[in-house]
């Protein structure tokens, strides 16, 4: 992705903000520039006025209602972010810090936040040198803790993560970008924390995720239907267009040009009347998932074309309007999310029965746990526990952080939607997700160790591709490696120049 330039000046799409949080470029451009000067020009004039406008020359939270003079409204900026600026636990990741700043650019592109074009520029100008806020992943109800800690950085506090891993303080980030810290100006600070770039960023990314990971799922279920000889006749084309289903049809036509050609699967045609549903179901189970990822999509990029500041400001310097709101509330997008990461679960949960098929020697007519002959080999015998375990694990992810509620700042903020939240926690279910399907493939692929017959050409392909990254396994190293050693694998596409990705194809 390094080298892809993705220009503001028309506002992105989540396919493009995925792209910025795996290393493109961003670049400003003459449109967005101007709108970003356009509305500077009129919190000026709503501040020398003393037109009230929250968090321009007043409080924040629960002190709407007190006025803050014009000589002190630099020292409200920079207190708002020292204040909001407390988050805690482990960092959040490159990806999910890159995609959190370019949801935030793409915001202030729109000239409704405010902001002068010196702010846009630093913070553009540290995407781009990969120079990261540390920012801690834990603490917030929504976005304030974030994002405050990304803005402490543009003031010359906080600390940095260079594309080295070397860890810089704030002041020592500007200067690697060639700039001096910020003195922020009116209504600056309250827009670095303000809005909904974070859950949006962290949206973009899981759903880009997503996408791969069910590819992967395809893959995987594949090889498996085809080392436990299921019938194919479950997928044919004419039966799956009884079901209408977008998803269900794209994984049936998966489905098919993975298992056409195979030896195995020709041979055990007609053996049984059907398949127990962990097979004969991958077509309507990950269908699903890729229709409710579809469905997701444009509530993910309507958030990312909408203006989410407040308030923001509108009008013209002459006519200054400023426009107090609730658009930073981002009930849609925690909706979608929560959804979603029932969706992810499922499909982890789908991917475990079928490894748990494979090892079982009742139902799979291969050697236990896909093991070596006699006692002394367990083979995948644990690896099937690790998969229980992280569906177990995303299951308790998988509970709705829109329902959490909760009341802060005095009651003025009496009614909260987690959409943060609910773009962390679904992120954390598709690291599981990752794991239980590399599992799977590892399953998979050992099993064609112990059968003769051949391979389809498509199941070939991937059969190499594991093996080019993990030999099989006899019991002589502990299985943890070969699942980490495929993470990589699985975040890159499975089938290259051929996706099948609805929501970013």
């Not at 004419?238 to 079901?243: I, K, M, N």
């Not at 959490?404 to 939607?417: H, N, P, R």
């Not at 959409?419 to 399907?437: E, G, M, S």
């Amino acid at each position: 992705m390094t080298g892809t330039t993705v220009s503001l000046d028309e506002s992105p799409d989540a396919a493009a903000i995925a792209a910025l949080a795996r290393g493109a470029r961003l670049e400003l451009g003459p449109a967005a520039r101007a709108r970003v000067a356009a509305g500077r020009r009129i919190v000026e004039a709503l501040s020398e006025r003393g037109i009230r406008g929250y968090g321009i020359n007043t409080g924040v939270g629960a002190l709407c209602d007190t006025i803050i003079p014009l000589e002190e409204q630099r020292a409200l900026s920079r207190r708002i972010l020292f204040s909001h600026a407390c988050g805690l636990g482990a960092p959040l990741g490159r990806a999910e810090t890159r995609a959190v700043m370019a949801a935030q650019l793409s915001g202030f592109a729109k000239g409704a936040s405010g902001v002068r074009p010196e702010l846009v520029e630093a913070l553009a100008a540290l995407l781009n040198a990969d120079l990261l806020p540390l920012v801690p992943s834990r603490g917030s109800v929504g976005y304030l803790t974030h994002a405050a800690a990304i803005g402490l950085v543009l003031i010359g506090a906080g600390a940095a993560i260079g594309p080295d891993g070397a860890r810089l303080a704030g002041g020592a980030a500007m200067a690697a970008i060639g700039r001096q810290p910020l003195v922020l100006e009116a209504k600056e600070g309250l827009s670095l924390v303000n809005g909904t770039p974070c859950s949006t960023g962290l949206a973009c990314l899981a759903l880009d995720r997503l996408a791969r990971l069910l590819d992967w799922a395809d893959a995987a279920a594949a090889m498996t239907c085809e080392s436990l000889g299921a019938q194919a006749g479950a997928f044919d084309a004419e039966t799956l267009a009884l079901r209408r289903s977008d998803g269900l049809q794209a994984v049936g036509a998966r489905l098919r040009a993975l298992l056409a050609g195979s030896p195995l699967v020709a041979a055990r045609a007609g053996r049984r009347t059907q398949d127990p549903l962990s097979l004969r179901a991958v077509p309507q189970i990950h269908g699903a998932v890729r229709d409710a990822l579809a469905q997701a999509l444009p509530v993910v990029e309507r958030e990312l074309a909408s203006v989410t500041d407040n308030p923001a400001v509108g009008g013209t310097p002459q006519a200054p309007e400023v426009r107090s709101q609730a658009h930073a509330v981002a009930a849609a997008l925690g909706l979608a999310l929560d959804g979603l990461g029932v969706a992810a679960a499922e499909l982890a949960a789908i991917a475990e029965r079928r490894i748990d098929r494979l090892v079982n020697p009742l139902v799979s007519g291969l050697p236990a746990f896909l093991a070596e002959a006699g006692g002394t080999f367990s083979g995948f015998m644990i690896a099937q526990y690790t998969a229980a375990a992280l569906v177990a694990e995303n299951r308790r992810h998988a509970l709705p952080a829109s329902l959490d509620g909760g009341i802060t700042s005095a009651l003025q903020e009496d009614m909260l939607t987690h959409a943060t939240p609910a773009a962390v926690k679904l992120l954390a279910i598709l690291d599981n997700l990752r794991d239980v399907i590399a599992i799977e493939l590892l399953a998979a692929a050992q099993a064609y160790e112990f059968q003769a017959g051949g391979r389809a050409p498509g199941t070939d392909a991937l059969y190499a591709r594991i093996r080019a990254l993990v030999p099989a396994y006899r019991d002589d190293r502990p299985l943890s490696g070969d699942i980490a050693a495929l993470g990589p694998l699985l975040e890159s596409p499975a089938f290259p120049g051929e996706t099948m990705r609805p929501a970013f194809g």
